[in-house]
Antibody, heavy 115, light 112 residues
C-alpha cells in the first residue's frame, strides 16, 4: 500500500520561498522507474503539473522552471519542492503523486500566500 | 503546450443511467510506441484526485468496471455505466505525453 503525505508551512508572505516535503511509504525512490511529482490546484480550479523526479532526472513545467527546484532524500523516503518568489496567485492546494500515471496521491497541503 | 478541452462542463445523471464525458487534445497523444497517453482522474468532493483510466482504455486497480475509456488520437471518451451516487465529483482528463503535462478543466458529475 503506497501512501504519501505532504507537509509545508500553510501560510507565507509574498516573495518568500515555499518549501514542501512529500513523505511516502510502500515504495522506494531507488526502485527502477519510480517517479514522484508535484501538482497544485487553486481552490475551485483545475490541476497544474509542477515538477517530477524520475531516477536521477528532474522535469519541470517550463512556465515555472525558474522558480522550482525538486530534489529527493532517498534514505528518508522524501521528495522536496522549493518554490521561490511566491505570490498570492500561487495560493493553492499542493499535491504530491507517484507512479507513471499519478497512480497514488497525497491528501494535499493548502498553501496561502498573503501579506 | 497541449491543450485538453473537456465537455460538457457539468452533467446530471439519474442513478442507474450512463454518462459520457468527452476530452479533446490539441495534438495527437498517440506515441510511435503505439500507446495513447491520455488519462482520466476523478476528484470526489473534498478529496484528492484518483486515477481511473490510464493509457486511454486501461482500468486502474480497484476501479469498478462500470468505467471505461476509449478514443482516437485526439478525441477521447470516458463512459460511466450504471452511475451510482459514489461517482459524484469532478472528472479530469490529462495528457502525459509531453512536457508540460496538462489537464482538462474538468467535468462535474451530479446525481439527479
Amino acid at each position: 500500500q503506497v501512501t504519501l503525505k505532504e507537509s509545508g508551512p500553510g501560510m507565507l508572505q509574498p516573495s518568500q520561498t515555499l518549501s514542501l516535503t512529500c513523505t511516502f511509504s510502500g515504495t522506494s525512490l531507488s526502485t527502477s522507474n519510480m517517479g514522484l511529482s508535484w501538482l497544485r490546484q487553486p481552490s475551485g480550479k483545475g490541476l497544474e503539473w509542477l515538477a517530477s523526479i524520475w531516477n536521477n532526472d528532474n522535469y519541470y513545467n517550463p512556465s515555472l522552471r525558474s522558480r522550482l527546484t525538486i530534489s529527493k532524500e532517498t534514505s528518508k523516503n522524501q521528495v522536496l519542492l522549493k518554490f521561490t518568489s511566491m505570490e498570492p496567485a500561487d495560493t493553492a492546494t499542493y499535491y504530491c503523486a507517484t507512479g507513471s500515471y499519478f497512480d497514488y496521491w497525497g491528501q494535499g497541503v493548502m498553501v496561502t500566500v498573503s501579506s | 503546450d497541449i491543450v485538453m478541452t473537456q465537455a460538457p462542463l457539468s452533467v446530471s445523471v439519474t442513478p442507474g443511467e450512463s454518462a459520457s464525458i468527452s476530452c479533446r487534445s490539441s495534438k495527437s497523444l498517440l506515441h510511435s510506441n503505439g500507446i495513447t497517453y491520455v488519462y482520466w482522474y476523478l476528484q470526489k468532493p473534498g478529496k484528492s484526485p484518483q486515477l481511473l483510466i490510464y493509457r486511454m482504455s486501461n482500468l486502474a486497480s480497484g476501479v469498478p468496471d462500470r468505467f471505461s475509456g476509449s478514443g482516437s488520437e485526439t478525441d477521447f471518451t470516458l463512459k460511466i455505466s450504471r452511475v451510482e451516487a459514489e461517482d459524484v465529483g469532478i472528472y479530469y482528463c490529462g495528457q502525459l505525453l509531453e512536457n508540460p503535462l496538462t489537464f482538462g478543466s474538468g467535468t462535474k458529475l451530479e446525481i439527479k
